[in-house]
């Protein structure tokens, strides 16, 4: 292993190593001790300059301050964490581990702003706006009543000691598999038929595609940055080597940016149009 994450730091790679060490740290010289020296690597989860009440001591039930888990990473991996951590046992998911977090500054740790994989465009609705929010709730309510969610949860807590743990596995997942569906019904209800604002063609696509490319441009420029998704919405933008123009300044971005929305209303407000012309092709 420690060959394998010198091999790729060498060739430039970021490496974060999570593992069930099985060992308490400092404990084994050849174990995650050696990892960390000779990877040149950092614990993750360990508090800085906390004292020893401030670290994490355990992650396993079994025994006494047994920190037997660790998430260990590169320089730019421990220069990006922002938020780490350990849930409560049994929090989540029945185990006698503990499970980890670390939440990182994605714009650090990738050089750039990410392209929102789950956009707000996608969403059936947001915390704005109250009306949706209580329709939602109002929904979820109702489903949570006529599935008998409380009564399965306090009758299934009651029974724990009495069950194998394989089953309360089981039963816990089957209520959280129909809490799920409940949630989504909800949503659908909510969100309605689906429908967009503005009717799919393929210009709708390029317009929406150009401005969101300039856009990351304008964000890389103005802070100095380099976003991963530039290259990607470059090629799907069809952005020629003329129009790049990879030394603009921020003011002759933002204008190329200007041009791209306007650009983008135009067509939205063409798309019945736009749209035909597509499916005609």
């Not at 996608?122 to 008998?148: A, C, P």
């Not at 790049?244 to 798309?271: C, F, G, M, N, Y």
């Amino acid at each position: 292993m420690i060959h394998f994450i010198k091999e790729k730091s060498n060739e430039g790679h970021k490496v974060q190593l999570a593992l069930d060490a099985n060992e308490v740290l400092g404990a084994e010289s050849n174990g995650v001790s050696k990892i960390l020296h000779e990877c040149g690597m950092w614990d993750l989860l360990k508090v800085p300059g906390g004292n020893a009440d401030a670290q994490l001591k355990d992650t396993f039930v079994r025994g006494t301050n047994r920190r037997i888990h660790y998430i260990l990473g590169t320089r730019l991996f421990y220069e990006a964490k922002e938020r780490y951590g350990a849930l409560e046992y049994n929090d989540g998911i029945v185990s006698d581990h503990r499970s980890l977090f670390i939440d990182y500054d994605t714009t650090r740790l990738f050089g750039g702003r990410q392209t929102d994989h789950v956009s707000p465009s996608s969403r059936g609705f947001t915390s704005k706006n109250e009306k949706k929010v209580q329709k939602y709730m109002d929904h979820l309510e109702e489903y949570w009543i006529d599935h008998k969610i409380s009564t399965r949860i306090q009758t299934l807590a009651e029974a724990v000691k009495q069950l194998e743990p394989r089953d309360i596995k089981r039963r816990w997942e089957a209520i959280d598999r129909d809490v799920t569906r409940g949630m989504a019904a909800a949503e659908k209800k909510v969100k309605g038929s689906g429908q967009r604002k503005h009717l799919w063609s393929e210009e709708l696509d390029m317009a929406g595609y150009r401005l969101r490319y300039w856009k990351a441009r304008l964000f890389d420029s103005r802070n100095n940055s380099m976003s991963s998704c530039v290259a990607v919405l470059k090629e799907r933008a069809k952005v020629t080597d003329a129009e790049e123009e990879v030394r603009s300044t921020w003011q002759e971005l933002e204008k190329k940016v200007q041009k791209a929305r306007l650009e983008l209303k135009a067509i939205q407000k063409q798309d019945q149009r736009k749209r035909d012309d597509s499916l005609h092709r």
